[in-house]
């Protein structure tokens, strides 16, 4: 049997759906990349949203893709929706009016599984979110 490498996690892109008062829609993206010569599961990937303002980092939101299977030598891109609704997310509207921007870090671990080979993948990724992300996603939230 090939030797079988350890799969690729990567964090595509977090995306801004809705915000109001009392809670924050994101879109999640997150790739994983099956290099082997057979299929893998992913069991799941588990991750938190994190918010940082200044020294205080706040989880607001987390997440979990569910179980999906990869073809081999193949990728995939998996969307998955969070939601915050809670008063630190209120804390870190706060410090973003006051500063402009804060940093939204997304970080997890992809258990992967192929035969009797077993993966625990983790990844994290920063990502600023700025003043003018949130008025869009607010005008477009005001649109539906």
Known sequence: MPFLHEPEVSLEEVRLRSLSISSLELDVAIRVKNKNPLGV???EVSFKVLCRDCATVRQIATGNTGRVTIKAND???ITV??????????AALAALAAQGIVQVTIKGTAVVDAILFHWSVP???TLPVTMDQIVRAAAM????
Request: charged share 30%; net charge positive.
């Open 123 to 125: 990844f994290e990724k």
């Open 81 to 90: 929706p969070v939601r915050s609704d809670n008063a630190i997310l209120l």
């Open 41 to 43: 599961t992913v069991q």
């Open 75 to 77: 990728s995939t891109l």
């Open 141 to 144: 939230e005001g649109k539906k």
